[in-house]
């Protein structure tokens, strides 16, 4: 219940929804942890929590982190575990896992430094740490899933890195996994049971949470990048051929903006993130190529949504950043190829960007580092019996 609470200060109804349990039985656990201490005992404080709607933790010293390590850039949150999420500090990193692990754990490391410090206290006090990355993660051991892509390697593990330099236990899984997790947590009125996250950048994956639980299947659910869309189309690092990624992942989405304008006087977009930027300033051929990038995409998840029948998809990642302008020929495709009661206006269906200022992935490696503390306590409590 601690790590719950850890996680998001939440109404008894809502822990209960989240745990699991019985919402007589989180009263009881409240009342008990208010007794012992551990929690608000004041009643004054109680008073106030009881206005207030929810289950907080007294001050702590206690802090969490979380690591998104991308192909080309990283983002490191820290949140002390007494304060809200709008309380997140974060600090972003120029450098990714492309530049190999010896020389982007150093910089990790200054980073989570000075996210911590930001929350006035010191790495002595962190916890937790959880460490998002763009690639498949194996749920039965907490590794990479085998075959191991580039830019990693066998060995390549920035969980057990980063974990044992801050002296605790370190957990990995795939970004897009927790991004969902985080748009889940935080993002909804926790009233969304399949909510899938769309991780757009230079892949395009999804994370998918059914009633609080993420699906990782063995490592591989929600690869929606490396659904074939084009079977006679250009090879993906995956091995396989006209893979979604290939057609609007970042390199192939650049990679048409500098074929519409090369010999041009026009600045040539060299990112997804410069390729949106010029769109959204008007450049018609930048406009275009996003545009029908979103109208992939909606193609693609007409698929997953007559497959699953989510209550949400978000679409996060850099891909996310162009909001509208993705958005709305997705949704069009949506309606085109998707069953109408899955999408139609009175489904309860919802496409929407994220509203976390891509921080999901980072969020959401903070709330599986917490989320480990809890398996580890509960393993420990299985020892002891």
Not at 17 to 31: E, F, M, P
Not at 103 to 120: D, F
Not at 130 to 140: E, I, Q, S
Not at 247 to 261: C, E, K, S, Y
Request: proline residues 5%; aromatic residues 2%; contains cysteine.
């Amino acid at each position: 219940m601690l790590i719950s609470i850890m996680i998001k200060g939440d109404t008894q109804a809502n822990l209960a929804r989240r745990t699991g349990l019985a919402q007589s039985t989180v009263s009881n656990i409240v009342g008990e942890l208010q007794t012992a201490g551990v929690l608000p005992n004041d009643k004054a404080e109680q008073a106030r929590a009881v206005r207030r709607g929810t289950v907080r933790l007294p001050p702590t010293r206690n802090v969490a982190v979380g690591v998104h390590l991308g192909f080309v850039r990283a983002t490191v949150v820290a949140r002390r575990v007494d304060r809200p999420i709008s309380e997140t500090h974060s600090e972003h990193v120029a450098s990714g896992a492309n530049r190999g692990m010896s020389e982007v754990i150093p910089v990790l490391k200054q980073a989570i430094r000075e996210a911590v410090g930001r929350t006035s206290l010191g790495l002595e006090d962190v916890v937790s740490l959880g460490v998002a990355v763009p690639r498949m993660v194996d749920p039965r051991t907490g590794r990479f899933a085998s075959p191991i892509l580039p830019p990693w390697s066998e060995g390549d593990d920035p969980s057990r890195d980063l974990g044992a330099w801050l002296g605790v236990p370190g957990a990995l899984d795939n970004d897009a996994n927790l991004g969902a997790l985080a748009e889940q947590t935080y993002a909804t009125d926790g009233h969304a049971e399949i909510v899938v996250y769309i991780k757009g950048s230079t892949g395009i994956g999804a994370g998918l949470v059914i009633s609080n639980t993420p699906i990782r299947g063995r490592g591989m659910a929600g690869e929606i990048g490396h659904l074939v869309f084009d079977p006679n189309g250009a090879v993906c690092r995956c091995g396989g051929r006209g893979c979604l990624e290939t057609v609007i992942g970042a390199n192939a989405l650049v990679r048409q903006a500098r074929d519409a304008l090369s010999g041009s006087a026009v600045d040539v977009p060299h990112s997804l993130a410069s390729l949106i930027e010029k769109a959204q300033a008007g450049d018609v051929v930048c406009e275009r190529i996003m545009r029908d990038a979103g109208r992939v995409l909606g193609q693609a998840l007409a698929q997953l949504c007559n497959l699953l029948n989510p209550d949400l998809i978000v679409v996060g990642g850099t891909l996310g950043a162009a909001q509208g302008m993705v958005l709305d020929p997705c949704q069009e495709s949506l309606e085109r190829f998707a069953l109408r009661g899955a999408v139609g206006p009175h489904s309860g269906f919802t496409l929407k960007s994220s509203s976390m200022n891509q921080l999901s992935e980072a969020q959401g490696a903070l709330l599986l580092g917490l989320t480990s503390l809890r398996r580890s306590d509960d393993t420990q409590e299985q020892g002891r019996d």
